[in-house]
């Protein structure tokens, strides 16, 4: 299990092939999901114009406004935001959580 925020909880873990959310801040982005449905998971940096700019132009690296985390499923997605978030450990349990849905594929086409 990662928290990858404390105050106030937010959780995010597998466990029997189910991807977990518990986040105490937003009760609508709890959820259990069946990791056969989830293709991938990935981390949306959002920042302002202003900032991509500057970024492009002088090549620093300027922090995001916000984060999210898309949860992209077979039949949709779903954006959680992270705000006040650990984003190295949330970096951490995506890369995880990508690595085990992809192993799932692979053993299931080797039949």
Request: glycine share 4%; with cysteine; aromatic share 10%.
């Amino acid at each position: 299990m990662t928290v990858i925020r404390k105050k106030p909880l937010f959780e995010i873990y597998t466990e029997n092939n189910y991807l977990i959310i518990n986040n105490s801040d937003s009760r609508k982005d709890n959820g259990i999901f069946e990791l056969e449905s989830i293709l991938n998971v990935e981390l949306i940096r959002n920042g302002s114009l202003f900032n991509k700019i500057i970024e492009i132009t002088f090549g620093f690296n300027i922090p995001a406004k916000s984060n999210e985390l898309r949860i992209n499923m077979e039949n949709g997605f779903k954006n959680i935001i992270l705000t006040d978030c650990n984003i190295e450990k949330a970096e951490a349990v995506i890369y995880e959580i990508n690595r085990l849905i992809l192993k799932n594929k692979v053993s299931k086409s080797d039949f």
